[in-house]
């Protein structure tokens, strides 16, 4: 059974960064798609960026292109969000997804997920 347990979250000015940890265990990590999702209080749960199982693609929602960078360290089994240049908007908790030899682009089609990571962005 794959666990998921991210860190990080809290609360940032705009303008300013943060990065989110999620450690991996249970199961290869090197199998694993990993990606974020986010949801905002009464919004549905949304695609942020994704990495896929080789590590040899990465991909973003058009929202935080340019400002989010995932990245995977398979040495400490972990998937990192740096997020800059962060905005109101970004306020949401964040959540870790991993599919094993997919890449989780879509909440519905999610083998695991985290408990969740809380982001507030304040104007």
């Known amino acids: 059974q794959v666990q998921l347990v991210e860190s990080g979250g809290g609360l940032v000015q705009a303008g300013g960064s943060l990065r989110l940890s999620c450690a991996f265990s249970?199961?290869?990590?090197?199998?694993?798609?990993m990606g974020w999702f986010r949801q905002a209080p009464g919004k549905e749960r949304e695609f942020v960026a994704a990495?896929?199982?080789?590590?040899?693609?990465?991909y973003y929602a058009d929202s935080v292109k340019g400002r989010f960078t995932i990245s995977r360290d398979n040495a400490k089994n972990t998937v990192f969000l740096q997020m800059n240049s962060l905005k109101p908007e970004d306020t949401a908790v964040y959540y870790c997804?991993?599919?094993?030899?997919?890449?989780?682009?879509?909440?519905?089609?999610?083998?695991?997920w985290g408990q969740g990571t809380q982001v507030t962005v304040s104007s």
């Open positions: 997804a991993a599919d094993q030899f997919q890449t989780p682009r879509a909440p519905e089609r999610i083998d695991y």
């Open positions: 249970g199961r290869p990590f090197s199998t694993y798609g």
């Open positions: 990495s896929s199982w080789n590590g040899g693609s990465t």
